[in-house]
């Protein structure tokens, strides 16, 4: 009786420290899969693309003061006529996660554009100057971006992933200005007036706590149309010249909730053209752009912090732009 007693503990005893490694591996393998906790993940852990199901929505926040430029010489100039302004566009963006390679975007811009002019005139015949200011400002929907990226190379750790892009701009915004009082009394236009398709590839590699990747775009800007001054009683065509843009970035965890980010970017634009008869020429352009970045993930909740410097150009604004980013996953 005994014996038979005893053969039933070692029996129990034997199925406990059998079960227990059991028990907790399917602990860590459930915690693993728990959706709640995947769309807590950071921009280094994540997946390039949004897991099947998930969406994300956020507000991203463009700001910039136009005071300086890089002229055709590559040197840093003030805009003429001591001109000064402000251009601020706040996109609305939602990602959708369709499969757990494919993924949809839509971003929709809803621009402020102000721009101050000062002018000083000499009256004839005396010693005195007329100083006049004139203010312009531009508000309302801009262009809108319709997107999709889909992971041709599935993304493993240790391993690179390959991800296709591709983004169709319509241009949605007011292309012309309005309410027009004289040449220099007007609301700004807001949309570029003319569509685009870019196409992109981007590869990743994650090595917790860092991540690496680079990328290579190449935009196509269509024919448009619009006025190229208030006064213009038709519109006139152009063309924008086509743009090559690519980039470095690293990504490195500060601790488990904060990542800081460096971009590294460099883009040409092509030269363009306005007008069938008598075209002016849009001058080619381009620019080296470093931009720092701190990502705070709390939960769901995304928050993100910008400046992008430009440190080097040809036609192009020498101003940086900060952007804030809050984001939040379904």
């Not at 006529?81 to 369709?98: D, V």
């Not at 997107?147 to 599935?154: E, N, R, S």
């Not at 030269?271 to 352009?285: H, L, V």
Request: charged share 20%.
């Amino acid at each position: 009786m005994k014996m038979e007693t005893k053969s039933v503990h070692i029996k129990a005893l034997l199925a406990i420290c059998l079960g227990l490694p059991i028990t907790i591996l399917s602990g860590q393998t459930e915690k693993l899969i728990v959706p709640s906790d995947l769309k807590q993940q950071t921009v280094v852990t994540e997946p390039v693309t949004l897991r099947k199901g998930f969406l994300r929505a956020g507000i991203i926040i463009n700001y910039r003061v136009a005071d300086k430029y890089f002229d055709n010489d590559r040197n840093k100039q003030y805009y003429l006529n001591s001109q000064w302004g402000t251009k601020a566009a706040y996109n609305l963006t939602l990602q959708y996660g369709f499969t757990d390679r494919f993924e949809a975007d839509l971003v929709t811009d809803y621009m402020r554009n102000k721009v101050s002019t000062t002018s000083v005139e000499i009256v004839p015949g005396t010693n005195s100057s007329v100083t006049s200011v004139t203010k312009q400002l531009g508000t309302g929907l801009g262009d809108t971006h319709l997107g999709a990226k889909y992971q041709i190379v599935p993304e493993k750790q240790y391993r690179i992933s390959l991800t296709g892009l591709i983004d169709v701009s319509l241009p949605t915004g007011e292309k012309n200005p309005t309410n027009i009082r004289s040449a220099t009394k007007y609301d700004l236009p807001v949309g570029n007036g003319a569509g685009a398709v870019a196409g992109e590839i981007f590869a990743r590699t994650t090595v917790y706590p860092y991540s690496f990747s680079t990328y290579i775009k190449y935009y196509y800007n269509f024919e448009g149309s619009k006025k190229l001054a208030a006064t213009d009683l038709a519109e006139t065509r152009f063309k924008f010249g086509n743009r090559i843009e690519a980039g470095l970035s690293a990504y490195i965890h500060l601790n488990e909730w904060i990542v800081f980010a460096n971009d590294f970017s460099f883009y040409h634009e092509a030269e363009g053209w306005a007008g069938r008869i008598n075209s002016i020429t849009i001058p080619e352009s381009w620019a080296a752009v470093y931009a720092p970045d701190l990502v705070f993930q709390v939960r769901r909740v995304r928050v993100g912090e910008s400046i992008s410097i430009p440190l080097i150009g040809r036609n192009v604004p020498a101003d940086p732009l900060f952007i804030i980013s809050l984001q939040y996953v379904f």
